[in-house]
């Protein structure tokens, strides 16, 4: 089975409610000063010959300074390969652990948009021969850009992902996603990206997502999405839910 790096990667990106989880896509703002995101979450990506995912994940971004974020994503994953409908191997353990750190170096004003650097780190933790991990360290070096008008939000980018080890190969992520408050409780967007082949035998996908976000309080948060590769690709299913919490 191939492993869609491109989906169990990129959810752990860091946001508030107006980016990020629940999409692929991620965004240039940090927490403020001092601010802690958490995302309790669960994930899962399918093509013809299995499942990868993760459940439970939780991801920690932290405000270190301003414009300055901080994260940390441990998962506990899975894996399932396929032969038809039926699950023939199943696999379940702990996962990579992802680092990073957003640097925010142009805010946004009037018709500027903000814009950030988003190095991160994947290191190896899970079991690769269980399907669990990558087996070798990753990295992925982003640049996002956001602009904001009324209800709407729209941002977007893209980087290259430095992906060693037998069988793998670097690629490219680029994406970009809108998104509307229709009222203060709810947001609903949608998102396009295309991820080049993260394997020799793997193909270019062009995928798309559709998010819905519930703001329970001012800290609290219920965010979903769901996608696949459109005709070019090989992931037929990517779904994403977690509760967020701002303390």
């Known amino acids: 089975m191939k492993h869609p790096a491109a989906f169990i990667v990129l959810t752990f990106l860091s946001a508030n409610l107006c980016a990020g989880p629940p999409y692929q896509t991620d965004d240039p703002e940090p927490p403020e000063p001092g601010q802690w995101e958490l995302f309790f979450a669960a994930y899962a990506s399918a093509e013809a010959t299995g499942v990868l995912g993760g459940c439970p994940q939780l991801e920690v971004n932290y405000g270190a300074l301003d414009n300055l974020q901080l994260s ?15 699950a ?18 142009l805010k946004e004003s009037g018709s500027c948009p903000q814009v950030a650097l988003y190095p991160q780190a994947v290191l190896p933790v899970g079991d690769q021969k269980r399907g669990l991990g990558a087996g070798c360290v990753q990295a992925f070096l982003p640049l996002w850009l956001q602009k904001s008008w009324g209800p709407w939000c729209a941002f977007g980018g893209g980087g290259y992902w430095i992906n060693r080890g ?9 994406g970009g996603a809108l998104q509307r408050d229709l009222g203060g409780a709810f947001s609903v967007g949608g998102e396009l990206f295309f991820h080049s082949a993260a394997q020799t035998d793997d193909v270019n996908g062009l995928g798309a997502n559709l998010a819905f976000l519930w703001h329970l309080t001012k800290n609290d948060g219920l965010v979903f999405s769901a996608g696949r590769d459109l005709g070019v690709g090989s992931t037929t299913f990517t779904g994403y839910l977690a509760y967020q919490k701002v303390l």
């Open 72 to 86: 940390l994503a441990p998962q506990m994953s899975y894996s399932a390969s396929l032969r038809g409908l039926q």
């Open 88 to 105: 023939y191997s199943t696999n379940y353990g702990l996962g990579d652990i992802e680092l990073g750190a957003k640097y925010r170096f």
């Open 166 to 174: 037998p069988g793998n190969r670097d690629w490219v992520f680029a």
